[in-house]
């Protein structure tokens, strides 16, 4: 029995992309920084990915039918990037999730202004700043902080989604 | 490759309807809105499937996925992925990404003294940090995870079993202390 190619191609791509996730884990659990490991090992991943797909499809027809097998790789490992993602930064960062953590550590309950004390105070503030001044999204200067050119292509980008979707202001 | 043709028009069909459903049909529950328009999609893209021919009338064999059922199953992930992972994910940044409003807050003004001071109290276009976690509040009462009962913030039995499930992950992680 010959596994169909496309499927063979899936199984390959499924196979690197749970390499990538363990070696992600590894690399929160020994404190690496986040976004520089998750951008690295997912390009290492997916490198490997495309050279077992591209052997695989020469192993089976000498690759006559190599763009279909690539493209679909491609596609379905940035879909389970994507979909990956958000779910991790969701655990990472999200206050909604600090807030139950909390409420958990504390016995359940707590009294509301105790939260606004613990999360609308400017040590979170400061906390992100620092996070997007190291990213390079934001420049730090003796009168204060200023936009970086990616960090104002970034917030044009979703200042205009926004004005698109009449969000109004968020955060 | 029908199954990328199909699920890419899909996708812009949904964002055009997304688009125009937030401009003229508002309402709170926007996440929920948008859900239902991608079940609308999905059902859309299901029929076209099967309405079409496997080549769509001019895709050559080497670009045709075998068996007709992976075709289809394909389809079904990369349009849920581009919506889950894609659409819905473009919402909530753009409402509530934490990070992401600081540098829109800061873009926005034209004031030189952009301090950690000034965003406390400037946040989301003005209305400063206690609005932001308001909101974060009122997002845990709406889902039921947490409870309101006098001036205190209580968690539901709900709320106490994701705790526990994040509180395991972030453990398994070290990004808790060790107990």
């Avoid at chain 1, 390959?12 to 659990?29: D, E, M, P, S």
């Avoid at chain 2, 039995?157 to 808790?176: I, M, N, P, Q």
């Amino acid at each position: 029995m010959t596994l169909d190619p496309i499927l063979a191609t899936l199984i390959v791509v499924a196979v690197w992309f749970l390499v990538f996730v363990y070696l992600h884990i590894v690399g929160l659990r020994s404190r690496q920084d986040n976004a520089q490991w998750l951008v690295r090992s997912y390009a290492a991943c997916s490198a490997a990915m495309l050279v077992s797909v591209v052997a695989l499809s020469m192993w089976h027809d000498s690759g006559q039918t190599l763009l279909l097998p690539i493209l679909i790789a491609v596609l379905t490992s940035a879909c389970l990037f994507v979909l990956y993602v958000p779910a991790v930064y969701t655990i990472l960062t999200s206050l909604s999730v600090a807030t139950l953590i909390l409420l958990r550590r504390t016995g359940g309950r707590m009294p509301e202004t105790s939260l606004y004390d613990r999360f609308a105070t400017r040590g979170i503030i400061q906390q992100r700043l620092c996070v997007l001044v190291g990213a390079g999204y934001l420049a730090e200067d003796a009168c204060g902080l200023s936009l970086t050119s990616r960090g104002r292509a970034f917030a044009r980008a979703f200042a205009f989604i926004q004005r698109v979707w009449c969000l109004g202001p968020g955060g | 490759m029908k199954a990328i043709i199909l699920a890419t028009a899909t996708t812009i069909v949904l964002l055009v309807v997304v688009t125009i459903a937030f401009r003229f049909h508002q309402t709170a529950q926007r996440a929920r809105q948008m859900t239902l328009i991608y079940l609308g999609c999905i059902i859309l893209s299901a029929l076209t499937w099967f309405a079409t021919s496997v080549d769509l009338g001019f895709l050559p064999g080497s670009l045709l996925i075998q068996p007709n059922w992976l075709d289809f199953s394909l389809m079904l992930f990369f349009f849920t992925a581009a919506f889950f992972g894609g659409a819905l994910q473009l919402y909530n940044l753009a409402d509530r990404g934490f990070s992401l409003h600081i540098l829109i807050d800061v873009e926005g003004t034209d004031s030189h003294a952009v301090d950690a001071d000034w965003l406390v109290a400037n946040y989301g276009g003005g209305k400063g940090l206690t609005w932001m976690y308001g909101k974060r509040i009122e997002g845990l009462l709406e889902t039921k995870l947490v409870d309101r009962k006098a001036e205190t913030i209580e968690l539901t039995s709900k709320g106490e079993r994701t705790a526990d499930l994040l509180l395991a992950v972030r453990r398994f992680l070290r990004l808790e202390p060790q107990s």
